[in-house]
């Protein structure tokens, strides 16, 4: 399958029960929506039980509908506190919570049947990325890799042009005309050939117009990659309780 497919370390299962025995003994775990201590027995290693009764999942709304070829799904709508685990983690440094969102995004690809040989995040340009010094998507992506049991290919795809932030542009059509041809693979990657005919998952946060993740798609595509989209969040096709439902209706009577 060649070097960019991963596999376990030495240790095997032995390794990882008494990894997971010295966690378990010297670290409390802190619940990574509300920051309150999780008390045991854990429905969720790094969410409380409260606050995973709150989040935003999509469910039957992971697949997505849009203009482009490639499989689309989105795990959380883009609301609180998904909404502001996601900001957290995108500009304040709280990186621990891709720990918590990932395997959310992994159990997507699980009830989707979704398998894959590699996990691609959308890269940020180089600027962005000495910036911030992360990448919020190859944060998700090195955990979503992990669980899925396949490696991160993060050298082959890269970004080409520095755009504006998405919130920046005036309107979807400005936001596609400045992505154009701003993703672009490195011509002399071997991984080019590895993975060509194979699938890839294409992993990025937050999806709103869709127009960055069909960018870095697009490359991909054309070097004969098969590729599926994996967002955090998305408000496309939004459902719309009845609470919020009769709140719109009020506000217009």
């Known amino acids: 399958m060649g070097k960019w497919r991963s596999g376990r370390l030495p240790g095997g299962q032995a390794g990882d029960y008494l990894r997971q025995r010295f966690i378990d003994f010297y670290y409390h775990p802190y619940c990574a929506v509300c920051d309150r201590p999780v008390q045991p027995p854990l429905p969720s290693p790094l969410v409380c039980r409260d606050c995973l009764s709150v989040l935003p999942y999509r469910m039957e709304r992971e697949r997505l509908s849009w203009d482009h070829p490639w499989p689309l799904f989105a795990t959380f709508y883009y609301r609180d506190p998904l909404r502001k685990m996601m900001v957290s983690m995108k500009f304040s440094e709280r990186i621990d919570r891709a720990e918590a969102i990932a395997p959310f995004m992994y159990a997507t690809m699980v009830r989707n049947r979704i398998e894959v040989d ?67 693979l490195r011509k002399r990657s071997p991984l080019i050939g590895e993975l060509r005919g194979r699938k890839v998952l294409l992993v990025d946060d937050v999806l709103t117009t869709g127009a960055t993740l069909s960018a870095a798609a697009k490359p991909l595509d054309k070097a004969g990659i098969d590729v599926v989209c994996l967002v955090a969040s998305s408000d496309k096709e939004k459902y719309r309780g009845f609470c919020e439902a009769l709140d719109v209706w009020s506000s217009l009577s």
């Open 118 to 184: 590699a996990v691609i995040p959308v890269p940020l340009h180089e600027r962005r990325l000495l910036e911030r010094g992360y990448n919020q998507a190859a944060l998700l992506a090195d955990v979503i890799a992990r669980e899925a049991g396949v490696s991160v290919v993060d050298v082959m795809l890269y970004r080409d042009v520095d755009t504006d932030r998405q919130s920046e542009s005036r309107s979807v059509q400005e936001r596609h005309r400045h992505l154009a041809d701003a993703f672009k």
